[in-house]
């Protein structure tokens, strides 16, 4: 089936320590994006990348880093500079840079300080 | 960058027409409306998107005003797997591409 997998489902980290979240996607879409969630809170932009080598600060990309190498893959680093990395993570795609593409989602990584 | 506005939280009769409102009057000539549901700790799903006309799809009918600040998305008749939380999101486009900000939603409870 074509979709987007997000790895892994839970993941703890300790204090200080950087973690990277995986996202894959089969689709072929062009653009990849990545969004925190807060408990009861709407999704915040943190990176987005429309085509592969280039990727684009959102509103809160401050304690984050991602990569795009390969069109399929779009991983986020969460560093030990975000000081409060407990979150939902979300991972999307879409096919195009117009204004008419819709976003895929993944099911999303819970990350935990220890 | 448009904006939207919508209601924290919504009920519903199962079976009955949920009608959730939302607001965007900053919202550019060419930019679309997208709604999304979100069901607890999973990703958001797609429900229908449009520019000036009214939409339908099998999930649901997209009514946009004639002045596009405003919308409201219609689920027909509501069941109890409808209860999620709903988003209003319009598109915003830069030099380096289309962002997609979500705001905090319609938390809709649907209830027997």
């Known amino acids: 089936d074509g979709g987007i997998t997000q790895s892994p489902k839970y993941l703890f980290r300790k204090e200080g320590q950087n973690v990277t979240l995986s996202c894959e996607q089969n689709?072929?879409?062009?653009?990849m994006y990545w969004y925190r969630q807060d408990p009861g809170q709407g999704l915040r932009l943190i990176y987005y990348s429309q085509i592969v080598n280039d990727f684009q600060k959102g509103d809160i990309a401050e304690g984050y880093s991602v990569s795009r190498e390969k069109k399929e893959s779009f991983p986020l680093t969460v560093t030990s500079a975000q000081k409060n990395p407990t979150a939902f993570y979300l991972c999307?795609?879409?096919?195009?840079?117009?204004?008419?593409?819709?976003?895929?989602f993944g099911s999303g990584t819970q990350l935990s300080v220890l | 960058d448009a904006k939207t506005t919508q209601p924290p939280s919504m009920d519903c009769a199962e079976g009955r027409a949920a009608n959730l409102p939302c607001n965007h009057s900053t919202i550019s000539g060419n930019e679309y409306v997208y709604w999304y549901r979100q069901i607890h700790s999973q990703g958001p799903q797609y429900i229908i998107h449009g520019l000036k006309n009214n939409e339908t799809n099998e999930m649901a009918s997209l009514i946009i005003t004639e002045d596009r600040k405003s919308s409201t998305l219609i689920l027909p008749h509501a069941t109890l797997r409808d209860t999620a939380v709903y988003y209003c999101i319009v598109r915003v486009a830069t030099n380096a591409g289309n962002m997609l900000t979500f705001g905090g939603g319609t938390r809709l409870m649907v209830k027997p």
């Open positions: 689709l072929n879409h062009d653009a």
């Open positions: 999307a795609s879409s096919a195009a840079r117009g204004r008419r593409e819709k976003l895929f």
